[in-house]
DNA sequence: CCATGTCAAGGTCAC
DNA sequence: GTGACCTTGACATGG
């Protein structure tokens, strides 16, 4: 079990994910922000690693417009400097790796020129693995996308998609299951066609299930993932307590996420926290985490 | 300098 | 059919 927070360090000072307006493009502007984001990222990296932060999201604007035609740079051969020393760092230190695409990238979409444009955005974010040197562990995870007013018909869709992609993006993508339209239940029926892993979302599934509690749901989606997969990931965030004040202050609430840790006890698995104060809630429930057997710290490695 | 408007992209829902 | 919302900031421009 390795601990971990979304893309972004609010502690250090720099920002891995900037971006500028696509109309402000140039290739010069690219290479300056993709720098910084790249040298940025090494120093999140180094942070973690002196808090036992083993687990990471890497922005999806590390390579700002990379799946655009506007851009014409051969990114990877331009930073590949850049990219294997941060390939070496991270597996030197065994950290674990996701990205995640954004709203847009649907694969399942009716829509000729969206799904051209997703396809793309899959094959950045597996360049962008790809070029760290990164084995099948480090996962892209996405949505199963919209309904279309026939699930059944978008969910065969899907599949279908999913067999047509490049073996190189297909040996990164997971599936997690959403708060509305794709429940585990759903993503696990795609996993039995396809054998893609599932990534647990807990907020999700509380919102959206069929009746599974924690417990079940731990023991039906960490089986699909394979020994090439790694650790199962999970991604945890919880619903703001209804405390005054609390819009702006939101932090983890460690008791709950406690919880999580005592119904879970049979599973290892790899959790992002997904919670607004970032690194800050992960230095909270490190403690905690200290005292669990199956908690990875970086005496490990 | 500061305030405000705007930003690649999709899907869903309320009206 | 249109527009707000998701989620959130921060880039960019105009005053």
Redesign the pocket.
Known sequence: MKVGYPCINLTIGC?GS???????YSEERLIDTASNNLDCLHKMLRFNMKHDILFFRIASDLI??A??AVCRLDWPSYFRREFEDLGSYINCHEIRISMHP???T?LN?P?PS?LE?STK?LLYHTRVLDAMGLDGTAKIQLHV????NNKQKAILQFIERYRDLDEKIKKRLVIENDE??YSLRDCLWIHSETGIPVLFDVLHHKLSNSGESLEEAFALFTKTWGKEDGIPMVDYSHQQTAKLNARHSESIDVERFECLLEQTKPFDYDVMLEI?DKEKSVLKVLPILMRDPRFRSTAHV
């Open positions: 920002k900037s971006r500028f307006w696509l109309k402000s700002p417009f799946s655009h954004g709203q847009f649907v979409t829509v969206v444009n955005e996308g919209g309904i279309y509305r339209n607004k």
